[in-house]
Nanobody, 124 residues
Framework: QVQLIESGGGTVQAGGSLRLSCGVSGGTLAYYTMAWFRQAPGKEREFVAAVSRTDGLTKYADSVKGRFTISRHNAMNTMYLQMNSLNTEDTAVYYC?????????????????WGQGTQVTVSS
């Protein structure tokens, strides 16, 4: 059974940076398209970024383009989300999700696996 474990969340001031990590156990990262979603209090879970399992194609939500970078290190079975120029609207629980699809999916229901989430809080 594939398990995803997020880490790297915390509290940072507006304008700061954080790097989230997602470790994969029980499976091989290379076989999965990976994504980050986030959910703020009282809001639905929303797409942040995804990276394909084959050619490394990436896709980002408009709200994070130019500020966030998704990457994967297959040899270490770990995916990352580098978040720069954070603002208060980025405050949310961030979830790592995985699916064996070859497509870069942007809906959370399309992914078969997800982690417990890591809290990111941006203070003004």
């Amino acid at each position: 059974q594939v398990q995803l474990i997020e880490s790297g969340g915390g509290t940072v001031q507006a304008g700061g940076s954080l790097r989230l990590s997602c470790g994969v156990s029980g499976g091989t990262l290379a076989y999965y398209t990976m994504a980050w979603f986030r959910q703020a209090p009282g809001k639905e879970r929303e797409f942040v970024a995804a990276v394909s399992r084959t050619d490394g194609l990436t896709k980002y939500a408009d709200s994070v383009k130019g500020r966030f970078t998704i990457s994967r290190h297959n040899a270490m079975n770990t995916m990352y989300l580098q978040m720069n120029s954070l603002n208060t609207e980025d405050t949310a629980v961030y979830y790592c999700e995985a699916d064996r699809t070859f497509a870069v999916l942007t809906e959370t229901y399309e992914y078969d696996y997800w982690g417990q989430g890591t809290q990111v809080t941006v203070s003004s």
